[in-house]
């Protein structure tokens, strides 16, 4: 009991902490060189041939691989390390239930690689970002679960009446997501069928994005923000407003991503306005940045963590500005299963999201291990990874996905918009090959000792 | 960073409870279940469909579709290939009828994909020949040269030095093959045009056959070869095998035609989404690989005698019956899938004929007439060649 009376974030906080980043940082470059390794045996015939005959590297279940490492393995532990880190700050607690956040940590993983070995060994189950097959989405219910209870218990126990909007975030982010979660391996993936099932399936892969990965985030800037500028928020009024809009009207649109299908034309119309209404709720949240950030904005100069949080931040005005056009009926005929969308998807989950997470981990690292990085290597990591992520994976892949959606358009073969689109699929293995070296520059900076990042005080709730 | 003021909507039990599960339920029941019931009411499935699940047979075990498509999932096909053809964008143009819901009404999970790198596959049932799939499945290259699709060769076997396909491999194409397939009748007047009228060759120029060239390797070597003499990459699985493009004198309106019309029960697909401009290219490139063979062809049938005794060999063997009388294929016969060839149109080599002759053609009407040898086989070649209509294709 004389432990629960110790400042918040003593040594099995940080320890947590700690292993889930390494955690991330693990799975983000296995996830990246299965994303470079497809990316590749995507620009061309002889590219798809190479290795071809090795069924473990079938490009299709490397696909799977990818998206399901990178989400459930980089972002997911990264958002858990974050969590593990801001909830004993804002409530004044340690964490509830650290055991089970001690035996969840190396479960989660285990969780993940099984889920891995699952699809790699022709396992997949046919539901987006759901593929792991079910007996390991048991595990990672059971590890999720445990996240949950040691998170937002820690939040419900803790006396807090108030929560800062970083919790708000939080607390939204793991209890939908535990139901979304279940409802796509059971209901999506054995019962719904069809255009019924299509319908399910929208709502869970808009909201694994929605309400998962995009709450964690920006509960994440919403803490580093005022941490780093050593300011408070401008406006708790926007906060609230950019919270409630987004809980209520997210989830509403994922019917979105199967416009012209053969689901309900009704919920397709419906899904035009809702998700239309998003480009208000992130123009709200990034005002509200922006707000803060006002007279500071040269701060981004120095520090590394600031900038990938503000471009971070830029990246997500683009792609949320992106998200409402993609639902006008008009637009949505020519862009739609075109790499136009993979650019998007890649611009929030690499360019907002994963950036967030840079952001969180060179803020952290100092912290938890009491030594700094080196500046150099920070400044490499963030230009190489800007630079071939910017121009040459989105801008290249933005203008496949057009040239692809305009040769459908005509009544020419499928091949044709194939080969057209494959320079720019060439050009997206390079920027898959710098930003892992990026990536690897970025992983090696962590153990190395430096001294940058050291000279901000701690600052404490 | 505390708020002063006590407000519900920051407080975690209201978050939770509103934001968290009400949230939750709302987008679920208003946006999941709300379409599945208004499904439900409004779906009016064929009676056949409505009464059969095609994935199960008698005993509601998976049948091979049903294992098909769960290879399909496996493998994660439904990443690249959507399953669902929208009223928008030219969709039922390129690929048939826009998709209704009920065709997919026992389709648990659904297929209906989020991304289209490859062609949709809503429509496929009847689209292509089983031997089609099985080539491209072990290796896309081989029917089509220049795709991107990745190779599934451990759904196949190695027997001797052939490749044979596998249990897997075999549920999975009765699978493609039935996706659609209440729509087939309608695909089928898509992909195989029953009739091709030109108004003749255009000049034929270098450009045409440069041209022509690298159509013919972009879409042709896979199957026929690089040199055209049939033994591609698919060589090994396609009954009838390719054909060998160097043994035969086709005019340049027949090749058009062929690849316009395709060669429905052959893996000969139909080529008409290629512009009229490109056909031509390809057809000049395609008539060059077998010129050299129409005066040797025409010098067979130079002795009156000869045609006479081989139209009796032609008329006792009843080769009238699918290939016509004169050579023009009787309407009836049409119907044979692949088609038999017209004579009128096309010359061969001798050694070619007396290669059918002996062999016949597997996965055609056509058998082997071996008794027909000697002076009887020559005779026959001479009346064949003689059915050329000369007249009408001039040398070019």
């Known amino acids: 009991m004389s432990d629960e009376a110790k400042p918040p974030g003593t040594t099995d906080e940080l320890g947590l902490v700690k292993f889930h980043i390494i955690a991330a940082v693990c799975w983000l470059i296995a996830g990246m060189l299965a994303g470079t390794f497809m990316g590749y045996r995507l620009s061309g015939a002889s590219a798809a041939e190479w290795l071809g005959d090795i069924e473990l590297l079938s490009f299709g279940r490397i696909r799977i691989l990818h998206t399901h490492m990178v989400i459930f393995g980089w972002l997911s532990n990264g958002f858990f390390a974050f969590s593990y880190y801001a909830i004993p700050r804002l409530t004044g607690r340690r964490l509830f239930a650290r055991g089970i956040a001690k035996l969840n940590a190396p479960f989660v993983q285990l969780a993940v690689l099984l889920g891995g070995i699952g699809i790699l060994t022709g396992n997949a189950e046919g539901v987006e970002y759901a593929e792991s097959p079910w007996w390991a989405d048991v595990v990672f219910a059971l590890s999720f679960v445990g996240m949950v209870l040691v998170n937002v218990g820690t939040i419900l126990t803790s006396g807090v009446r108030n929560m800062y909007v970083t919790l708000w975030y939080l607390v939204l982010g793991f209890v939908f997501t535990t139901l979304n979660f279940v409802m796509a391996n059971t209901i999506v993936a054995h019962v719904a069928p069809g255009a019924a099932g299509a319908a399910l399936e929208g709502l869970w892969i808009h909201n694994a994005v929605g309400l998962w990965v995009t709450p964690m985030g920006v509960a994440i800037v919403y803490y580093l923000l005022p941490v780093i500028l050593k300011r408070p928020i401008a406006s708790h009024k926007l906060s609230l407003i950019g919270f409630w809009t987004l809980a209520f009207f997210y989830p509403l649109g994922g019917s979105?991503?199967?416009?012209?299908?053969?689901?309900?034309?009704?919920?397709?119309?419906?899904?035009?306005?809702?998700?239309?209404?998003?480009i208000f709720v992130v123009y709200t949240v990034v005002y509200n940045f922006f707000a803060t950030m006002k007279g500071q904005w040269k701060t981004m100069a120095r520090s590394i963590p600031l900038r990938f949080l503000i471009f971070g931040?830029?990246?997500?005005?683009?792609?949320?500005?992106?998200?409402?056009?993609?639902?006008?009926?008009?637009?949505q005929q020519v862009v739609h299963f075109t790499d136009w969308i993979v650019a998007h998807a890649h611009l929030a989950l690499f360019g907002v999201f994963s950036w967030w997470i840079f952001a969180f981990i060179y803020w952290i690292w100092p912290r938890i291990t009491g030594h700094g990085y080196s500046r150099a290597l920070a400044e490499w990591h963030f230009w190489i990874t800007l630079i071939a992520f910017w121009v040459l994976y989105y801008v290249a892949d933005t203008?496949?996905?057009?040239?692809?959606?305009?040769?459908?358009?005509?009544?020419?073969?499928?091949?044709?918009?194939?080969?057209?689109?494959?320079?720019?699929?060439?050009t997206r293995a390079i920027s898959g090959v710098l930003i892992t070296i990026g990536t690897t520059l970025f992983i090696i900076n962590l153990f190395r000792k430096g001294n940058e990042g050291?000279?901000?005080a701690d600052v404490s709730n | 960073m505390s708020a002063t003021k006590e407000i519900a909507a920051e407080k975690p039990m209201f978050v939770l409870l509103v934001a968290g599960f009400g949230f939750f339920l709302l987008s679920f029941i208003g946006m999941g279940l709300g379409p599945w019931i208004s499904l439900s009411a409004t779906m009016e499935p064929p009676k056949e469909?409505?009464?059969?699940?095609?994935?199960?047979?008698?005993?509601?075990?998976?049948?091979?579709?049903?294992?098909?498509r769960e290879v399909y999932i496996n493998e994660g096909c439904w990443h690249c290939h959507s399953q669902f053809v929208r009223p928008v964008a030219n969709e039922e143009f390129r690929y048939g009828p826009v998709s209704q819901a009920?065709?997919?009404?026992?389709?648990?999970?659904?297929?209906?994909?989020?991304?289209?790198?490859?062609?949709?596959?809503?429509?496929?049932?009847?689209?292509?020949?089983?031997d089609w799939h099985y080539a491209h499945l072990w290796n896309p290259r081989s029917t089509v040269p220049r795709s991107i699709m990745p190779k599934y060769t451990w759904l196949f076997e190695q027997q001797g030095d052939a490749w044979v396909p596998t249990e897997k491999a075999k549920d999975l194409v009765a699978y493609l093959q039935g996706l659609g397939i209440t729509k087939k009748e309608d695909v089928r007047k898509l992909v195989w045009p029953t009739r091709v009228v030109t108004a003749g060759a255009p000049v034929a120029t270098e450009a045409h056959g440069k041209r022509g060239a690298e159509l013919f390797a972009k879409h042709c070597i896979g199957c026929h070869g690089e040199k055209g003499d049939g033994l591609g990459m698919a060589k090994d699985f396609l009954k009838p095998g390719a054909a060998d493009l160097t043994t035969r004198y086709l005019p340049r309106e027949e090749v058009f035609r062929v690849l316009f019309m395709g060669s429905e029960g052959s893996s000969m697909p139909s080529f008409s989404e290629l512009t009229e401009k490109d056909l031509w290219a390809l057809s000049q490139y395609v008539h060059d690989l077998g010129k050299q063979v129409r005066k040797p062809a025409l010098a067979t049938a130079g002795n009156a005698a000869a045609i006479e005794r081989g139209r009796e060999v032609y008329r006792k063997n009843a080769c009238a019956s699918c290939h016509g009388e004169s050579g023009m294929v009787p309407p009836a016969m049409e119907g044979l899938k692949p088609a038999p060839k017209h004579f009128r149109d096309r010359l061969y080599t001798a050694d070619y004929i007396k290669k059918v002759m002996a062999e016949g053609r597997p996965g055609t009407a056509m058998v082997p007439f071996a008794k027909i040898q000697g002076q009887e086989l020559d005779d026959l070649v001479a009346y064949i060649s003689s059915l050329f209509n000369q007249a009408n294709y001039k040398e070019e």
């Not at chain 2, 026992?106 to 429509?123: C, E, H, K, Q, S």
């Open chain 2, 102 to 130: 009920w065709e997919s009404m026992y389709d648990v999970p659904n297929t209906f994909g989020t991304r289209r790198i490859g062609p949709d596959l809503a429509r496929e049932a009847g689209r292509r020949s089983d």
């Open chain 1, 313 to 331: 931040t830029f990246n997500y005005i683009i792609t949320c500005t992106q998200g409402p056009f993609h639902a006008l009926l008009n637009v």
């Open chain 1, 454 to 456: 050291l000279e901000v």
């Open chain 2, 49 to 68: 469909l409505a009464d059969a699940n095609p994935y199960r047979d008698d005993n509601g075990d998976k049948n091979a579709a049903g294992r098909g």
């Open chain 1, 399 to 426: 203008i496949a996905g057009l040239m692809q959606g305009m040769f459908w358009l005509t009544t020419l073969p499928l091949m044709d918009s194939i080969e057209a689109a494959e320079p720019f699929w060439a």
């Open chain 1, 256 to 278: 979105h991503h199967f416009f012209y299908s053969p689901t309900p034309w009704w919920l397709q119309i419906l899904a035009v306005p809702l998700t239309f209404a998003l």
